[in-house]
């Protein structure tokens, strides 16, 4: 596989930079260096070849952030085996469509995710992470299944048809998108990148993995996500680049010390979700750094990126080279669909023909997001689909109704918002007489065992009679 050829060839001439640093709670640090690295990826394939777990085998991939979730998605890929990235966050109801779906023979999970699987009831060979080593349980025959040449992985995403869609990445997807990606933010050999997003997440995949591998960076994985640990990090542990969605580098910038200097910051990422200009500017200003925004899909990732020294507030960038793409205008507006000429990038959706033939119409990937052209930048204009991003992650309207109906709770069910707001509008199963407050303290309790914690609405109108009325 050429990607592979590509990061081997890479950590051959790495140097003695490290590969990866974790940095855990007590500031104390393990260090991998690029030979380290190798001998962990081969370790795996090893491992995975003896289980028969080869060819066209789908694997669900449940590990958190360490520099070990690399090295097996990686040794993964060299033995055929194609990964299924996904999120530790989803429930119940998310794993059963997806199960359902890719009906996967083999699951691979840090230890205190099992309970997450006690549903899925299909026979399957569990490899567990536990205490950093692999351990199969079970004797399964692994199943390969019939995927489309040169697929490499599948990643879950939505559309606003109430379950989650299987992406399959071509071969060349990553290589491409890590090198959209170098095109914009320019990373030289011995950066150091802080990766905080799940590394599940295509946006973490590419510039947090896959292009630094490429490039000699050195990517930083902290064990604690608050704000003021990512503060003490940057500055003491000098880093040069940090990628994350807007939300996080907004409370950075303001929780950052008016007097606190990082002069070895070069720049700050942002995709995932909407940046107003305003916040555009601020983030910038307090960090005195460029922020370069863009834009990008599960599907094909990136699609915009601002480029360095040429950042353009409020934007979502230029389109990257190597795409081509267009926006899909009606009569009376100059905003309309942003469509984007597919290559071998993006095979289609597992499983689903129909849902495909949608997204893919005459060689145009339709990504159901409005953005318009302004000076030759691209300018986000809002999502067409029944979906909304909260933190940078999708919320599928369709998908939070089933779960409210599931606690068994709501006869009804509407969910509507925007990025960051999601509310629902439900009528209960009872005409119960308590406290409002108690009954919707039960329902959120209900629904963190059904889907992920972030799609929880954030606002529950409990609807009688007169007051759906009134909304309708």
């Known amino acids: 596989m050429r990607l592979?050829?590509?990061i081997y060839k890479s950590l051959d001439v790495w140097g003695k930079n490290p590969v990866f640093v974790e940095r855990y709670r007590d500031e104390s640090e393990t260090i991998i260096n690029a030979e380290t690295f190798k001998n962990r990826i081969d370790k795996h394939i090893l491992f995975f070849?003896?289980?028969?777990?080869?060819?066209?085998?789908l694997v669900p991939v449940f590990i958190d952030n360490c520099w070990d979730f690399p090295a097996i998605f990686l040794a993964l890929l060299q033995t055929g085996a194609k990964p299924v990235l996904l999120k530790k966050a989803y429930r119940q109801l998310e794993l059963e469509q997806i199960f359902?779906?890719?009906?996967?023979?083999?699951?691979?999970?840090?230890?205190?995710?099992?309970?997450?699987?006690?549903?899925?009831?299909?026979?399957?060979?569990?490899?567990?992470?536990?205490?950093?080593?692999?351990?199969?349980r079970g004797e399964v025959k692994p199943r390969h299944e019939n995927l489309p040449p040169g697929t490499v992985s599948i990643n879950y995403t939505y559309r606003g048809y109430g379950y989650p869609l299987g992406a399959i990445a071509g071969e060349e997807s990553l290589l491409n998108a890590a090198q959209r990606f170098q095109d914009y933010v320019c990373f030289a050999p011995g950066d150091r990148i802080l990766a905080l997003l799940p590394m599940s997440h295509i946006f973490t995949m590419i510039s947090s993995i896959i292009l630094p591998l490429l490039y000699q960076i050195t990517t930083y994985?902290?064990?604690?996500?608050?704000?003021?640990?990512?503060?003490?990090?940057?500055?003491?542990?000098?880093?040069?680049?940090?990628?994350?969605?807007?939300?996080?580098?907004?409370?950075?910038?303001?929780?950052?010390?008016?007097?606190?200097?990082?002069p070895f910051l070069q720049t700050l990422i942002s995709g995932g979700s909407y940046l107003s200009k305003d916040n555009h500017q601020y983030i910038a200003k307090r960090f005195k750094t460029e922020v370069l925004n863009g834009y990008g899909l599960t599907e094909i990732a990136p699609v915009t990126g601002n480029i360095r020294?040429?950042?353009?507030?409020?934007?979502?960038g230029k389109i990257c080279k190597g795409l081509s793409c267009r926006i899909s205008k009606s009569a009376d507006s100059q905003n309309g669909e942003?469509?984007?000429?597919?290559?071998?990038?993006?095979?289609?959706?597992?499983?689903?023909?129909?849902?495909?033939?949608?997204?893919?119409?005459?060689?145009?990937?339709?990504?159901?997001?409005?953005?318009?052209?302004?000076?030759?930048?691209?300018?986000?204009?809002?999502?067409?689909?029944q979906t909304r991003k909260v933190n940078g992650q999708i919320v599928d309207f369709k998908e939070v109704e089933t779960a409210l109906l599931r606690t068994n709770m709501v006869?009804?069910?509407?969910?509507?918002?925007e990025t960051n707001h999601i509310s629902a509008d439900v009528t209960l199963?009872?005409?119960?007489?308590?406290?409002?407050?108690?009954?919707?303290?039960?329902?959120?309790?209900?629904?963190?065992?059904?889907?992920?914690s972030y799609k929880i609405p954030r606002k529950i109108n409990i609807m009688r009679g007169e007051k759906w009325q009134q909304e309708s």
């Open 411 to 417: 006869t009804k069910a509407t969910v509507r918002g």
């Open 338 to 385: 942003f469509l984007i000429k597919i290559d071998k990038s993006f095979l289609g959706y597992l499983n689903k023909p129909a849902e495909t033939a949608e997204a893919l119409v005459g060689g145009w990937f339709k990504t159901g997001d409005k953005a318009r052209l302004e000076d030759g930048y691209v300018m986000f204009e809002g999502e067409m689909k």
């Open 49 to 57: 070849r003896n289980l028969g777990i080869i060819d066209n085998v």
């Open 100 to 136: 359902n779906d890719a009906k996967p023979s083999v699951i691979i999970c840090d230890d205190d995710f099992i309970q997450q699987l006690e549903f899925y009831k299909m026979e399957y060979l569990l490899i567990l992470r536990e205490n950093g080593e692999l351990i199969a």
């Open 429 to 452: 199963s009872e005409n119960k007489a308590e406290d409002d407050r108690e009954i919707l303290r039960e329902l959120r309790i209900s629904l963190k065992d059904i889907i992920a």
């Open 4 to 6: 592979m050829d590509e």
């Open 221 to 262: 994985i902290l064990y604690s996500v608050h704000p003021k640990e990512i503060l003490k990090t940057m500055k003491s542990c000098k880093i040069n680049n940090l990628s994350t969605v807007p939300e996080i580098l907004l409370l950075l910038a303001k929780l950052k010390n008016d007097n606190e200097k990082y």
């Open 309 to 316: 020294n040429q950042e353009k507030f409020g934007s979502i």
